[in-house]
């Protein structure tokens, strides 16, 4: 099946599967306070909205980054809204949010924004006790480069879950070579809460689905400059059981830099323990015009990028982490 086709066909399910989601409406594109990246947030806690877009390359704001010439360029939006997340418990119940491949069992209860931060809290429509907040603000030491989302996934139904999934995918269309770039992603195997990963950008954000890379090469595995190909990153995580009454934190970065160099130092200055680039057709050995990030903290790895203010090399880290796994597990999962 062309990519083409794919998306044709994804589109239509999207259209189909609307209708069961929940439709607020809401949605804003925010703006780093150093003006050199925006995030548009739609109203479920996906990316990609036309509310507010500052986009000159797409109808709508996922990820953009100022370009030298002071163009704001995208890098999810054009071709498809191909970005969304999603989650499951138990096995048998999902709720998830992508305007491309359908979204559905998600109830918004409550949205707000500023200029440069946005909150999106939501719950499973058919499990109202569970519920995701996405925070997003600048990052906190790669702040002209990194928009950090705190996700806070809460127990409040009663009973306790098992199984408890999290999807987030997201189909890289990085600019100047919309179409036809390179993905890397790294990190897949010190993250011991991933359970699938790939280059399929277009999948469905729903956890409980099965889906498969474009290129079978990258299944599980890191990979570096893969390409060029019309592809993006998928990432399932399985955080296990959530006890009632409590929480599980992680957090999700998006950004870009204007080279490697830039980014590498971006995603080790936050911690960042998997993550994707995206880079243009020609763009792939210095990074420029731009390097597109796509990253996780606090879903079970190590750092893998050494960080530029001086905190220790990853292989120091990867033994700390081993040594405090336990102490580890029980900051991230949390009682209310």
């Not at 109202?128 to 702040?143: C, D, Q, R, S």
């Not at 689905?209 to 190909?229: E, K, R, Y």
């Not at 323990?273 to 796509?294: D, M, V, W």
């Not at 960080?307 to 209310?336: C, F, H, I, K, Y």
């Amino acid at each position: 099946m062309s990519i083409f086709t794919k998306k044709l066909g994804i589109s239509l399910i999207a259209a189909l599967a609307l209708g069961s989601a929940s439709q607020a409406f809401a949605g804003a594109t925010i703006i780093n306070p150093a003006g050199t990246v925006a995030i548009g947030v739609d109203n479920l806690g996906q990316l990609n909205t036309s509310t507010g877009s500052v986009a000159v390359n797409a109808s709508a704001t996922g990820v953009s980054y100022k370009f030298p010439d002071g163009s704001w360029r995208d890098a999810t939006a054009p071709g498809c809204l191909c970005e969304g997340w999603g989650v499951s418990v138990n096995g048998t119940t999902s709720g998830y949010a992508n305007n491309d491949s359908g979204s559905a069992n998600l109830t918004q209860t409550a949205f707000s924004s500023t200029a440069s931060t946005a909150s999106v809290t939501t719950q499973l429509t058919s499990l109202p006790g569970l519920t995701v907040t996405h925070a997003f603000t600048p990052a906190t030491n790669a702040a002209t480069s990194l928009y950090r989302v705190h996700v806070t996934i809460t127990n409040n139904t009663g009973v306790d879950v098992n199984d408890l999934k999290y999807v987030r995918v997201m189909d890289w269309d990085v600019p100047p070579t919309e179409f036809d770039e390179y993905v890397t992603i790294k990190g897949t195997a010190t993250t011991s809460f991933l359970e699938l990963s790939h280059d399929d950008g277009f999948e469905t954000s729903n956890p409980l689905a099965s889906t498969t890379p474009i290129d079978p090469s990258t299944l599980n595995v890191d990979f570096t400059d893969n390409g060029p190909n019309d592809h993006g990153a998928y990432f399932r995580f399985n955080f296990g059981g959530l006890a009632d009454k409590n929480t599980f934190e992680f957090d999700i970065f998006y950004g870009a830099a204007g080279s490697e160099d830039e980014a590498l130092a971006a995603i080790g200055a936050e911690g960042i323990e998997l993550y994707s680039l995206g880079q243009s057709n020609g763009g792939q050995r210095t990074g420029a015009p731009a390097t597109f990030i796509f990253g996780f903290a606090g879903v079970g790895g190590v750092a893998i990028e050494p960080d530029p203010n001086g905190v220790p090399e990853p292989g120091t880290l990867l033994l700390t982490g081993l040594a405090l796994a336990g102490l580890w597990q029980s900051r991230r999962v949390r009682q209310q």
